[in-house]
């Protein structure tokens, strides 16, 4: 099983700040990478997807970068519907795993 | 527009069985897409739970660490497919959510249903 490990696990910045995610592959999933937003009491939301295409109606603030093991989630100016849980996924042989989130808080 | 809903009881006895149905509407069931259950604890992160193919035989992959307890299922007619979770535990308390897995991701989620599981 591929664990991914995210970080930081909370990030204190005020909007308008840039904002960088991590997330790191225990081993290679090539381009194999998602990355979702969960607000409070709401479902998670496709954000990215194979690293570094944005899925559908996703601001052009949000980009990800990324190949192999390293991975990266920036949002270039926050907003404040931005301020969440952030998360990556990634499936590799059949099976399915999410990184532990990192905490999107506002300063 | 793809629509998921979750349905079923939100309470389960210890030892019992946990039963959701996830309805699909805006989108064929019999496609190419996967149908999966995916849980979270409160204040915890996403436990992928397993998938269901949407075409052909309907096979099933499940997380190795529930594998032995889960069952997925899909009524093609019904437009909607199913989570069978035995055994229950307090620890299988959660909010539970069903989405449509396009290829290798998750691009439409229900809301999400809350099972706890007590006595």
């Known amino acids: 099983e591929i664990v991914l490990t995210q970080s930081p696990a909370t990030l204190s910045l005020s909007p308008g700040e840039r904002a960088t995610l991590s997330c790191r592959a225990s081993?290679?999933?090539?381009?194999?990478l998602a990355w979702y937003q969960q607000k409070r009491g709401q479902a998670p939301r496709l954000l990215i997807y194979?690293?570094?295409n944005r899925a559908t109606g996703i601001p052009a603030r949000f980009s990800g970068s990324g190949s192999g093991t390293d991975f990266t989630l920036t949002i270039s100016s926050l907003e404040p519907e931005d301020f969440a849980v952030y998360y990556c996924?990634?499936?590799?042989?059949?099976?399915?795993?999410f990184g532990q989130g990192t905490r999107l808080e506002i300063k | 527009q793809v629509q998921l809903q979750e349905s079923g009881p939100g309470l389960v006895k210890p030892s019992g069985t946990l039963s959701l149905t996830c309805a699909v509407s805006?989108?064929?069931?019999?496609?190419?897409?996967?149908f999966g259950w995916v849980r979270q604890a409160s204040g915890k992160g996403l436990e992928w739970i397993g998938d269901?193919?949407?075409?052909?035989?309907?096979?099933?992959i499940y997380n190795p660490s529930l594998k032995s307890r889960v069952t997925i299922s899909l009524d093609k007619s019904k437009k909607q497919f199913s989570l069978r979770l035995k055994s229950v535990t307090a620890a299988d308390t959660a909010e539970y959510y069903c989405?449509?897995?396009?290829?290798?991701?998750?691009?439409?989620w229900g809301q999400g249903t809350l099972v706890t599981v007590s006595s």
């Open positions: 989405a449509r897995r396009n290829s290798d991701y998750f691009d439409y």
């Open positions: 805006g989108a064929s069931i019999i496609s190419s897409d996967w």
């Open positions: 269901i193919y949407g075409s052909g035989s309907g096979s099933t």
């Open positions: 081993q290679s999933v090539r381009s194999y």
């Open positions: 194979d690293a570094s």
């Open positions: 996924q990634q499936r590799s042989n059949w099976l399915i795993t």
